[in-house]
């Protein structure tokens, strides 16, 4: 019998089988979308379409129960709540309450929309681990630039600082999307979220998904730029962590080791999708963040390609990829340091 195989028969403590991925991990990771609707536009939304599509369908409070019972039975410990924006969802602290008691750890990801409302966050701030606030420049002229609102930079960063005051041990972390508009400006908005008082800083480069995928060209930050800016942005982070997503390894420099590649989860995803005559709200797995990434030529040759899922392959498409530095060495030695 394969180690594989054995990992596979596993069962949990209450008798149930959990999923077990190609390399022997644990799905212990659920990501729920909640709602369809945001009232921001941002330029880069890889969930646009989708928004659109489904805005239609309803996320029942049924649905979501059996979801997060089905799950916690399987071994899924933590549950990300996403949208549209997850928290105008209207029994979104039953949502919290009920993960809360399957033993969940919780999370969301969110533009602040309720949680700057000060008796809606002292609700939610006891059943809720942490938020990822999405701030994407240092100032409201940047920021509502790229999510089509105005207010919504003052929007965010109220209901993060309202958070911190109300529960000073919270886990307030940031998502910042890159892009050329905002790439230059990335320490500023790095050394800014930081002193707002949060505690990782994911640093995500522009996806080519739904909007981000409609204006990639106009959006898409060109790998030499990248290898000049994010190497400069953890010194600018303060005590917070920085990890990088959807960035190849060899473009962050002695930070290797702050790659969202290597501090992934696998996760499943449960949203509507689209089947034969009908739609399903279902989910996705994923045991690697290797979603529309692809390897190149200069990836062959280094001893990173085992753990960097390299570039987007949109890019791969319309761009060279000359600025790509195969690494030589291995993997193990990007370990000697880390900002945590």
């Known amino acids: ?12 403590e209450d008798g149930s089988v959990p999923w077990i991925g190609p390399h022997g991990q644990c799905m212990e990771r ?3 979308h909640l709602t369809y609707t945001c009232p921001e536009r941002c330029v880069f939304c890889s969930e646009e379409h989708r928004m659109r599509s489904y805005k239609k369908f309803p996320v029942t409070w ?24 997850p928290t105008i969802y209207p029994r979104f602290i039953e949502v919290l309450e009920l993960s809360k008691k399957l033993g969940m750890r919780t999370s969301v990801g969110t533009i602040g929309t309720m949680l700057r409302r000060k008796k809606f966050a002292e609700e939610a701030l006891p059943l809720l681990d942490e938020a990822l606030f999405s701030i994407h420049g240092p100032s ?3 920021h509502d630039k790229l999510t089509g609102r105005p207010g919504s930079f003052a929007q965010v960063t109220e209901a993060l ?19 050329k508009d905002n790439i230059h400006l990335l320490p500023d908005t790095v050394a800014l979220v930081a002193d707002l ?30 290898a000049d800016v994010l190497p ?27 790659s969202n ?27 690697a963040p290797d979603r529309r990434r692809v390897h190149t030529n200069q990836c062959t040759k280094c001893d990173l390609k085992q753990v960097c899922s390299g570039v987007f392959d949109k890019y791969q498409d319309l761009w060279p990829t000359d600025a790509l530095v195969p690494q030589g060495g291995g993997p193990t030695s990007t370990h000697s340091g880390t900002n945590s």
Request: net charge negative; charged share 20%.
């Open 140 to 142: 409201a002229e940047m």
């Open 161 to 179: 600082s309202l958070c911190k005051e109300l529960k000073p041990e919270f886990n307030a972390f940031v998502n910042t999307v890159i892009t």
């Open 197 to 226: 008082g949060a505690s990782l800083i994911v640093v995500s480069n522009t996806t080519p998904e739904g909007l981000g995928e409609d204006h990639y060209e106009q959006l898409a930050v060109p790998l030499p730029v990248l």
């Open 261 to 287: 590649d290597l501090h992934w989860d696998p996760r499943v995803t449960v949203e509507w999708q689209s089947a034969p005559g009908k739609v399903a709200f279902t989910g996705i797995y994923s045991w």
């Open 62 to 85: 049924g649905r979501v129960a059996t979801i997060l019972r089905t799950h916690a039975e399987r071994g899924v410990k933590a549950v990300h709540l996403t949208g549209g924006e």
């Open 1 to 12: 019998m394969t180690k594989l195989s054995q990992v596979s028969e596993m069962e949990l």
């Open 232 to 258: 400069t942005v953890p010194e600018r982070a303060g005590d917070a962590i920085v990890r990088f997503f959807g960035v190849p390894m060899c473009l962050l420099g002695k930070h290797a080791t702050l």
């Open 30 to 32: 659920l990501e729920l």
